[in-house]
């Protein structure tokens, strides 16, 4: 017998948990969960910054009475570290249009202190809903 293999090109799933994680949403909402804060020191505030060859959106953490400082705010009233920002507004300038919420693969911290998000390095993001598992042939 022959078999047609496909190979799973996606790998392991991983915890987000213990490593940085940041999402992105076609409304412009830019979550961080509680590594990828406790990597920048836990800021109030942050700011961003775009290298338009790279492509890729640059976050370091800043006082909040900077003028262009976003205010991280908890996503729900859940007790977890994560944060978000809204910010549509740099989105429109940059030409940054996801259809879908995407995750940044690469997100790293430069020792500069500067989250780096390269927009070339992204994965889109698919919330499930919890339902009974089926296995289909």
């Known amino acids: 017998m022959e078999y047609n293999w496909e190979d799973f090109e996606d790998g392991q799933a991983f915890n987000t948990k213990n490593r940085m994680h940041v999402t992105l949403t076609p409304d412009g909402k830019l979550y961080f ?3 990828t804060l406790d990597a920048l020191g836990m800021p109030d505030g942050v700011s961003l910054m775009y290298d338009r060859q ?5 976050v ?3 006082p909040l009475n ?18 978000i920002i809204t910010i549509a507004n740099f989105c429109r300038k940059h ?3 996801p259809s ?6 690469t997100a790293e911290l430069t020792k500069d202190g500067i989250l780096t ?7 889109n993001v698919e919330k499930r809903k919890k339902r009974k598992a089926t296995i289909r042939a």
Do not use: M, P
Not at 100 to 105: L, Q, R
Not at 117 to 123: K, T
């Open 95 to 97: 030409h940054i249009r």
């Open 100 to 105: 879908e919420s995407i995750a940044f693969t």
């Open 33 to 35: 969960n509680g590594c």
């Open 66 to 83: 900077r003028q262009s400082s976003y205010v991280l705010r908890r996503k729900d009233k859940s007790a977890n570290k994560g944060r």
């Open 54 to 58: 790279r492509a890729t959106i640059g």
């Open 117 to 123: 998000l390269d927009l070339n390095e992204i994965r």
């Open 60 to 62: 370091r953490a800043s």
